[in-house]
Every structure is written in structure tokens, then in C-alpha cells.
């Protein structure tokens, strides 16, 4: 079991940075995960953001997002933030911070196991 806490969401205006944090909890037995962002905007589909490898040393991000977020990685920390750059009104979504069992830093939904609650980020022109 792997607990995520999301935070630092809030209301930013267009072209504005912003920067979220996740807390992960470790789980017992120690275990390699993925940690990925993902945002959910109303009447739409949960879209990958960003992901992390357990190591830190990969990335991946959605084609919406390439060129304006980062993601980084602090295991001592128990912590992953998204930068998130260049804020675009279409950034106007819920974002969560997910947990998956595996080594590589993973983009579809399916491979997540724990869902933080999610923080709300609001991007106005």
C-alpha cells in the first residue's frame, strides 16, 4: 500500500508557473515504483502528465505538456514535484499523483495501483 498527498494547486493566470508536490509513503516490503501525474478536467477523460521512474532517471510527459512541465524525484524525501510552466487555460484541470509497481516510469492509467485525492489547479486568462 502506497499513500500519495497532493499539494500546491491553487489560481494562477495564464503564462504563470506553478509548482505541485506529492508525498508518497513507502510500502512494506520496500518495492520499486513509478510515480505519474495525471489531471481530469470536467466531462473529460483522467490525461497523462508526467511520469518518474523509481530511480528518478526517466521521464516521460504528455505531448500537451512536453517543453513546459518537469517532473523530479527525491526518494530521501519521499517527494515528486511537477513545474509546470507556461500555464495555459487548458491546464484547468484536477491533478492527481499516482503510484504504480514498477521499476520504469509508466504513462497509462491502467499501470497505477494508488490514487492521491487530488488538487485543484485553475488557470484563468
Known amino acids: 500500500q502506497v499513500q500519495l498527498v497532493e499539494s500546491g494547486g491553487g489560481l494562477v493566470q495564464t503564462g504563470d508557473s506553478l509548482s505541485l508536490s506529492c508525498t508518497f509513503s513507502q510500502p512494506t516490503p520496500r518495492r520499486s515504483y513509478s510515480i505519474g501525474w495525471f489531471r481530469q478536467a470536467p466531462g473529460k477523460e483522467r490525461e497523462f502528465v508526467a511520469a518518474v521512474s523509481w530511480s528518478g532517471n526517466t521521464r516521460k510527459f504528455g505531448d500537451s505538456v512536453k517543453g513546459r512541465f518537469t517532473i523530479a524525484r527525491d526518494n530521501a524525501k519521499n517527494t515528486v514535484n511537477l513545474q509546470m510552466n507556461s500555464l495555459k487555460r487548458e491546464d484547468t484541470a484536477v491533478y492527481y499523483c499516482?503510484?504504480?509497481?514498477?521499476?520504469?516510469?509508466?504513462?497509462?492509467?491502467?499501470?497505477?495501483?494508488?490514487w492521491g485525492q487530488g488538487t485543484q489547479v485553475t488557470v484563468s486568462s
Open positions: 499516482a503510484a504504480g509497481y514498477s521499476s520504469l516510469a509508466e504513462s497509462k492509467l491502467a499501470e497505477y495501483d494508488f
